[in-house]
């Protein structure tokens, strides 16, 4: 799966921004997380239309945009799982350049997990994905 990081400076409505330009062209927000950061805002979003989304963004004034992998992870809901499964990349050597929670029920959560780019098939090996 994709992930789009979208970083513009974080002024009042940037989200509001990204948000509408997706929505007109009809891409619907899978996963989003957003946040600020020295001035800047930070977006990493997940979508089923990557190719229409990265479009839309690129013609917003003043916005930086990268595209990179991110695997989605199920993992049990309870304690603890989240530090059982970093810890095991970390042990690895997996830099992780983003982790968050895509969707919660249950029995389950789901995580989108972007490792740095060459640790991406060491990432998949360790959480065992095929």
């Known amino acids: 799966m994709k992930e789009i990081l979208v970083i513009s400076d974080n002024d009042v409505g940037a989200l509001a921004a990204v948000a509408?330009?997706?929505?007109s062209v009809g891409v619907n927000i899978?996963?989003?997380s957003a946040y600020?950061?020295?001035g800047k805002a930070v977006f990493r979003i997940i979508t089923t239309d990557v190719t229409t989304a990265l479009k839309v963004l690129s013609k917003?004034?003043?916005v930086k945009i990268q595209e990179g992998n991110t695997i989605i992870y199920k993992m049990i809901n309870r304690?603890?799982?989240l530090g059982?499964?970093?810890r095991k990349l970390a042990n690895r050597g997996i830099n992780?350049?983003?982790?968050y929670i895509v969707s919660r029920k249950q029995d389950f959560t789901e995580v989108a997990i972007r490792p740095a780019e060459k640790d991406l098939e060491k990432t998949r090996e360790v959480l065992g994905i095929k």
């Open 20 to 23: 509408e330009a997706l929505g």
């Open 30 to 32: 899978e996963a989003i």
């Open 36 to 38: 600020g950061l020295d």
């Open 60 to 62: 917003l004034p003043d």
């Open 79 to 81: 304690p603890g799982e």
């Open 84 to 86: 059982k499964i970093t």
């Open 96 to 99: 992780l350049e983003s982790l």
